[in-house]
T-cell receptor, first 113, second 115 residues
Framework: DTGVSQDPRHKITKRGQNVTFRCDPISEHNRLYWYRQTLGQGPEFLTY????????KSRLLSDRFSAERPKGSFSTLEIQRTEQGDSAMYLC???????????FGPGTRLTVL | AQSVTQPDIHITVSEGASLELRCNYSYGATPYLFWYVQSPGQGLQLLLK??????LVQGIKGFEAEFKRSQSSFNLRKPSVHWSDAAEYFCAVGASKGNTDKLIFGTGTRLQVFP
């Protein structure tokens, strides 16, 4: 078991560009979560999946954000028309089931210039 | 609504001294409670968790935490701090099993350790 992995670890982009991040959860974990962490703050929930179904989205997740988990394994988070306010660490976590411990990946740090 | 308060933004201790990081939560039912640690530029590592049962829970790296329902607290303790414990510590609360279990995090406490 190699843990949760995220790719890329760092992304620098210009305002207005689209970016996509990937998360590979721990194998056999049914639930996958996305969180966003800005400097000096704790992580904030964005969305989560039970297998391939997206069950909840935070109001933080504007129309420019979309997440998928097409086969119930890895997930992607896309941000369209990035803004400077999108600069943050994007964290992925997975758990075996609802209410179980969430294990976090190393995160993708996004910088929007 | 669920919330977590970590009153101490920054704590400085000497190596070998004892440590207590405070965490207060707001949740209507029995919460799931967690402490995570984050080193600079890294993801979060689980230190310990409380789901039910014994209110004193042991975690990794010599940490422990005590759930006090009457005080809505879940403070993290360590009897003797090591320089490698310098990091950011986050307390989090989760909803009961079977419900939406997104974690609500506090704003974190940055621990600095002096030799």
């Amino acid at each position: 078991d190699t843990g949760v992995s995220q790719d890329p670890r760092h992304k620098i982009t210009k305002r207005g560009q689209n970016v996509t991040f990937r998360c590979d959860p721990i194998s056999e974990h049914n639930r996958l979560y996305w969180y966003r962490q800005t400097l000096g703050q704790g992580p904030e929930f964005l969305t989560y999946f039970q297998n391939e179904a997206q069950l909840e989205k935070s109001r933080l997740l504007s129309d420019r954000f979309s997440a998928e988990r097409p086969k119930g394994s890895f997930s992607t988070l896309e941000i369209q028309r990035t803004e400077q306010g999108d600069s943050a660490m994007y964290l992925c976590a997975s758990s075996l089931d609802g209410g179980d411990t969430q294990y976090f990946g190393p995160g993708t740090r996004l910088t929007v210039l | 609504a669920q919330s977590v308060t970590q009153p101490d933004i920054h704590i400085t201790v000497s190596e070998g001294a004892s440590l207590e990081l405070r965490c207060n939560y707001s949740y209507g039912a029995t919460p799931y409670l967690f402490w995570y640690v984050q080193s600079p530029g890294q993801g979060l590592q689980l230190l310990l968790k409380y789901f039910s049962g014994d209110t004193l829970v042991q975690g990794i790296k010599g940490f422990e935490a005590e759930f006090k329902r009457s005080q809505s607290s879940f403070n993290l303790r360590k009897p003797s701090v090591h320089w490698s414990d310098a990091a950011e510590y986050f307390c989090a609360v989760g909803a009961s099993k079977g419900n939406t279990d997104k974690l609500i995090f506090g704003t974190g406490t940055r621990l600095q350790v002096f030799p």
